[in-house]
């Protein structure tokens, strides 16, 4: 247990946090999302694991990594099949979470489904979380920390 780090960062996770660079994607996944295959693909080339709501992995997550502000899509979440304006709860909950750590509301866009899974096959890594609710699945773009931060 480290001062100051939200109890869900495992050390995998932290690493590769720490590793990527602006620019970088991260993934944070359902139960259902094929996360190991896309895994492989990945800078990284494993499966991480945060065994906690999507919600909750999103939180701690958001307590270390800056959001892309030079982009529009640094924070976005799997569209509904045949839905793509339908917000499901999980996603709602997630973009508490969003807003909560920028300090003001920021868009997350939609990604269909396989545009998704490109998305993912090109991160750096993926984080699978225990979530049991569809479409928990999110993909955010890591930014900067300026000099005087």
């Not at 590769?16 to 190991?36: E, K, Q, S, V």
């Not at 999507?54 to 976005?76: C, K």
């Not at 909560?100 to 899974?117: D, L, V």
Request: charged share 25%.
């Amino acid at each position: 247990m480290l001062k100051g780090i939200h109890p869900l960062l495992n050390a995998d996770v932290l690493r590769a946090l720490r590793a990527m660079g602006h620019g970088d994607d991260l993934i944070i996944a359902d139960t259902n999302f094929p996360a190991d295959s896309v895994a492989r693909q990945t800078v990284i080339g494993k499966l991480l694991r945060i065994d906690a709501p999507a919600a909750e992995v999103v939180e701690a997550v958001l307590s270390v990594l800056p959001l892309d502000t030079f982009v529009d899509d640094a924070a976005a979440r799997m569209e509904v099949v045949g839905e793509p304006d339908t917000i499901p709860q999980v996603q709602k909950q997630v973009q508490a979470k969003i807003d909560a750590a920028q300090g003001s509301p920021w868009t997350m866009i939609g990604i269909e489904r396989y545009a998704f899974y490109e998305r993912a096959r090109k991160a750096y890594c993926v984080i699978q979380t225990h979530e049991r609710r569809f479409y928990g699945c999110f993909a955010f773009r890591k930014g900067v920390i300026g000099p005087d931060a």
